[in-house]
């Protein structure tokens, strides 16, 4: 379907193709650096100079003994072949916070990650291999923990590929 305007017609910005899953598996990590969240989908490109638009959502929960708990995220891109990407904003931009008032309290969060990224790539060829994964890394205070799909909750990504 072709988006038409006043004085003319175009296929900029029709959707070519969506491809998704859904993510049920439980996992906890205790890192640092950043690991996979096993949240990933690859798609390939019907048409060249495709833009790409990435939506993730990733149930967690965090916790830490002490004055603060955090979770950070990032998307990462990988192009068969070509270049790779990630996308974190920075600073405290992916990252999940929440604060205790004492040193010595244990505190929890539950929450979800939801981010979309617009990936645009001009460059890319029909036929291009395209793949967006999640990842996370704990940033808390002493006895972090992070719990990705806990209790049967599902993580879920789209990638729409739109004509440019």
Request: glycine share 10%; net charge neutral; charged share 15%.
């Amino acid at each position: 379907m072709a988006i038409y305007y006043a004085n003319s017609n175009s296929n900029d910005g029709r959707i070519i193709q969506i491809v998704g899953n859904q993510y049920t598996t439980s996992m906890t990590t205790t890192s640092n650096s950043y690991v996979d969240t096993g949240l990933t989908q690859a798609i390939t490109t019907k048409k060249a100079g495709s833009q790409l638009i990435c939506i993730a959502t990733q149930p967690f929960d965090n916790s830490a003994n002490g004055l603060y708990a955090r979770v950070r995220f990032q998307i990462h891109r990988q192009i068969t072949g070509g270049a790779a990407g990630t996308f974190d904003g920075g600073g405290e931009c992916e990252g999940i916070y929440i604060g205790a008032h004492t040193s010595s309290q244990h505190i929890r969060q539950y929450g979800t990650y939801t981010n979309m990224i617009f990936d645009p790539h001009p460059y890319l060829n029909a036929g291009s291999v395209v793949t967006y994964k999640v990842r996370c890394h704990n940033d808390s205070a002493s006895s972090p923990d992070v719990r990705l799909n806990y209790n049967g909750r599902h993580a879920h990504i789209q990638i729409l590929e739109m004509a440019s």
